[in-house]
């Protein structure tokens, strides 16, 4: 069988556990406070944006090689044949941009 317990020593257990219950509160406290979501939201869309960004950033990185290993040999001597058209049509759609905009601002 168990011991009788003193009554200090169930005093001391309850005010344990009021500490113990008291730290609980706080802390539950803190979770629910309105900054604390919004921090941890703005963790979460920042988290999600840098892993977008990231994952945009190396497809352009892949695309932009695509296209520079494609206009070039093997031996990285520039295909005429693919590049001056390219540049051509860099070209003209430069020109139509700087054509389209002196008209709305003229």
Do not use: W, Y
């Amino acid at each position: 069988m168990s011991e009788a317990r003193t009554p200090a020593q169930i005093e001391a257990d309850i005010v344990r556990r009021r500490e113990q219950l008291a730290e609980t509160l706080d802390e539950i406290g803190v979770r629910v406070h309105p900054k604390t979501i919004i921090g941890d939201a703005k963790a979460r869309v920042a988290s999600t944006v840098d892993q977008t960004a990231g994952r945009a950033f190396a497809g352009v990185n892949r695309l932009v090689t695509d296209v520079r290993d494609g206009l070039r040999h093997e031996d990285g001597a520039p295909r005429l044949e693919r590049l001056v058209p390219v540049a051509l049509l860099a070209v003209g759609v430069v020109g139509l941009l700087v054509v389209s905009a002196r008209r709305r601002h003229g």
